[in-house]
C-alpha cells in the first residue's frame, strides 16, 4: 500500500514511545508528514488532549498506543478508554481517518486486553469517522526473548513439542510501512486488515532451530507442558475474590497459556483453524536477519 510519492499530510500519533509507534515516527518523518506526537500523559486528561489535537489540526489520527502488562485494569485504561478519549478528539479536531494498531489475537478473545481491544474496535467501526483497523502477528520482539539463553548455550524452551503454535513475524520497519502506507490507500478505508511479515509461518522449535544455527550451535531443546500455566492460573484465582494480586497474576497466568497454545495467525471463519494460508504477508525483513543483528549486538 506504500506509494512512491504520499501526500503530505497532519498527523498525530498515539503511542510513538513504544517500540511499533517509534517506528511508525520514522517512516511518517521519512514520508515528509506533519507529525504531531501525542504524550502519553495527554491521554489521561481530556483537556489537555484537546489542547494537543486542536494545536495538531490532524488529517489523520493514528494509535499504536497497547496496555504494557494485560491486565484487566490496565487492559480498560489504555486499550478501551484512552483510545475512546482519543477518537473524540479526533473527531473535534476535524480528523479524517483514525488507524488503529490492534492485535490479530482478538479473534479469540479468552483474555482482559483483547475483550478491551475488540470494545474499542466495535466504537471505531460504528462512529462517523473513517478508519482502518491493523491486526498484526507476532513481533519480531516478541520472538526474541531467548536469544540470549541460546548465546549462552543454555537450550531453547518449548511447549510440548514446539509445534502447537505458528505465526508470520513481522518487523518493526515493514509494519510501520504497512500502516503508514494506509493512510491515502482508498482500499483500506473501512477494513479490518490482517497482516503477517514474509513467510512461511514458523513454529516455536522453528524459531529455536533458527537461532542455533544463526549462533552457530547445536540445537538444544527443553519442553514444558502449557498446563502449568493452566494450574498456575487455578490456584491464583482462588484468591482473586478477596485480592487484587491474586487476580492480577490469574490474568497473567492466562495470558502466558495464550501465548503457548494459540497460533498467531488468521482464523479460517468456516473452520475455526488457524491458517497460515489466510494469512497476507508483507515486507521482505526476516526473524532470521533480526536474530543476525541481535547476536551480533546491532
Known amino acids: 500500500m506504500t506509494k512512491a510519492n504520499p501526500t503530505p ?22 514520508e515528509g508528514h ?37 491486565a484487566p485494569r490496565d487492559a480498560q485504561a489504555v486499550d478501551y478508554e484512552a483510545n475512546v478519549d482519543l477518537l473524540a478528539a479526533a473527531v473535534a479536531a476535524g480528523a479524517g481517518h483514525f488507524i488503529l494498531l490492534s492485535a490479530i489475537c482478538v479473534q479469540k478473545p479468552l483474555l482482559a486486553f483483547q475483550r478491551a481491544k475488540l470494545a474499542f474496535e466495535a466504537e471505531l467501526t460504528a462512529s462517523a469517522m473513517g478508519y482502518t483497523i491493523i491486526r498484526p502477528t507476532a513481533f519480531f520482539k516478541s520472538l526474541s526473548g531467548q536469544a540470549k539463553r541460546v548465546a549462552a548455550g543454555k537450550p531453547f524452551l518449548i511447549f510440548g513439542d514446539g509445534a502447537l503454535t505458528r505465526c508470520k513475524p513481522i518487523s518493526d520497519d ?31 522449535k522453528e524459531q529455536g532451530e533458527l537461532l ?44 502466558a497459556r495464550y501465548y503457548a497454545t494459540e497460533s498467531m495467525l488468521v482464523r479460517d471463519s468456516a ?16 526473524l532470521e536477519s533480526h536474530y543476525r543483528r541481535l547476536l551480533e549486538g546491532g
Do not use: H, N
Request: charged letters at 20%; glycine letters at 10%.
Open 174 to 204: 515493514d509494519l510501520a510501512r504497512f500502516i503508514v502506507g494506509c493512510i491515502d490507500a482508498p482500499e483500506a478505508r473501512g477494513k479490518v486488515l490482517p497482516i503477517g511479515g514474509p513467510g512461511p509461518a514458523i513454529t516455536l
Open 34 to 70: 506533519t507529525v504531531t506526537a501525542v504524550p502519553r500523559a495527554a491521554l489521561a486528561d481530556p483537556d489537555a488532549l484537546a489542547e494537543v489535537m486542536d494545536g495538531a489540526q490532524p488529517e489523520v489520527v493514528i494509535s499504536c498506543i497497547a496496555s504494557r502488562s494485560g
Open 9 to 30: 499530510r497532519r498527523v498525530a500519533l498515539a503511542g510513538a514511545s513504544g517500540t511499533i509507534g517509534a517506528a511508525v515516527l520514522r517512516r511518517l518523518e521519512a
Open 212 to 255: 542455533f544455527r544463526v549462533a552457530g550451535k547445536p540445537a538444544r531443546f527443553k519442553s514444558v507442558s502449557p498446563r502449568i500455566f493452566t494450574l498456575a492460573e487455578r490456584l491464583l484465582a482462588l484468591g482473586a475474590p478477596f485480592s487484587g494480586w491474586f487476580a492480577e497474576k490469574a490474568e497473567y497466568a492466562r495470558i
Open 271 to 286: 473452520t475455526g483453524e488457524y491458517s497460515a494460508e489466510l494469512t497476507p504477508e508483507f515486507g521482505s525483513e526476516t
